[in-house]
């Protein structure tokens, strides 16, 4: 970095400034030139033709001016609004560039710009353009024509204005050639954009269930989490995806991975009153059923407590611990006798370890206790007949059968 933390690549515009857009001038580039500042963003339209149809002025002139114009943002704009990597991809510093930095050392500006100025000019002007049109092939699925353009030069890892590389949008639109094409020329499989999404989250996104297939084959992480914390499988869940969640499942994701709230993909589905989605998640070797967020609930919690009996159930088979107490001391079962939800108690009931008497550490009621407060005779009648102890005492010395 330059003094002032200016990168060191715009340091170095800003001192050779005359030459360089000299070279921008000599390949009849200036007018391209200008549209291209306007197209990504860095001045205004206005601005920018009211410069170059300034008469008297010398073509150089006209493009220090555009160069100033660009500065000027640089300097009043963060990474994000500046498109900096779009900027510096016109003067990239690539082998070319390098050898003109070479010889600019030995002989001069003036002359390295008079010998080399134009060619480099022209060589990052198409570059930069086949990079576009990269992207625009990647987007529409003309596999034929992004072939043709990475045999032409085009940067395979080129991002647009969004941070979005010709791979990114292939797999959004779900376009299987376009994909196929790009990893075998090496496409980076993880690159993921300012949200953290990569190529595969992206097509579990849309449910491109294909695309998916083929990134996994390929090497992709299954697991790389975005600025939410959510992985692949997350986002199939939430989108309810179930084909696309079913292969991230069987190409082993991590199903217990936790995104910022504190959810696993199991949790989300849950939530979302999904057993469909729920009896996926469950068919995961190593899907572990007892994970607790923020406020100490299990799945099987959020099961009672959404009111969902099929996916309690689901839960319930597949060996769910029905004994964990949340940031409340509640367990599932107490959590149900104190809805009055008879339905759900019997399902609870019928796990193989639930224990009946498990006491409430602020007041030490049970599920009978609650069962009773509420005057649900029919859950107090089941949990008696399951076994329940009707002699347990509070701490004001009250028995499960009169807790008044």
Do not use: C
Request: proline share 2%; aromatic share 6%.
């Amino acid at each position: 970095m330059a003094d002032g933390g200016e990168p060191q690549e715009i340091a170095a515009l800003r001192t050779n400034l005359t030459s360089i857009t000299d070279t921008v001038t000599v390949g009849g580039n200036l007018q391209w030139f200008g549209n291209r500042l306007v197209e990504k963003r860095f001045i205004p339209r206005r601005e920018a033709q009211e410069i170059l149809d300034v008469s008297g002025t010398r073509p150089s002139m006209k493009a220090a001016q555009l160069m100033d114009s660009v500065f000027a943002v640089l300097e009043t704009t963060d990474r994000k609004r500046r498109w900096f990597d779009q900027f510096v991809s016109i003067f990239s510093a690539d082998k070319a560039h390098a050898e003109l930095a070479a010889k600019i050392k030995k002989v001069g500006v003036a002359t390295a710009s008079q010998q080399e100025g134009s060619q480099l000019s022209l060589i990052q002007a198409q570059r930069y353009e086949l990079n576009d049109e990269l992207i625009a092939a990647s987007k529409s699925g003309d596999v034929m024509r992004a072939a043709s353009l990475l045999n032409s030069g085009a940067d395979i890892q080129t991002k647009d204005e969004v941070f979005w590389t010709p791979l990114d949008w292939a797999s959004r639109y779900g376009l299987l050639q376009v994909v196929r094409l790009l990893i075998s020329r090496g496409a980076q499989l993880n690159h993921q954009d300012e949200d953290g999404n990569s190529a595969l989250t992206r097509a579990a996104w849309y449910g491109h269930t294909d695309i998916v297939v083929e990134l996994v084959k390929a090497g992709a992480n299954l697991d790389l989490q975005n600025k939410n914390g959510d992985t692949a499988a997350i986002i199939a869940v939430k989108e309810y995806k179930k084909a696309t969640l079913r292969e991230l499942v069987r190409a082993g994701s991590d199903l217990n991975l936790q995104n910022q709230e504190g959810l696993t993909p199991l949790m989300i589905a849950v939530r979302r009153r999904r057993t469909d989605i729920t009896n996926i998640l469950l068919e995961g070797k190593h899907t572990n059923l007892d994970f607790q967020e923020e406020n100490g609930d299990t799945a099987v919690i959020i099961a009672v407590k959404r009111r969902e009996p099929d996916t309690l159930r689901e839960l319930v088979r597949a060996g769910s611990d029905l004994n964990l107490q949340n940031n409340e001391g509640l367990t599932p079962l107490m959590i149900a006798a104190r809805r009055g939800r008879t339905d759900v108690t019997k399902i609870l009931l019928e796990g193989k370890h639930v224990n009946l008497d498990i006491q409430e550490k602020r007041t030490e009621w049970s599920a009978l206790h609650f069962s009773a407060e509420v005057g649900d005779s029919a859950t107090t009648e089941a949990l008696l007949k399951a076994g329940a102890n009707p002699h347990l005492q509070d701490k004001v010395w009250e028995s499960a059968r009169n807790p008044y």
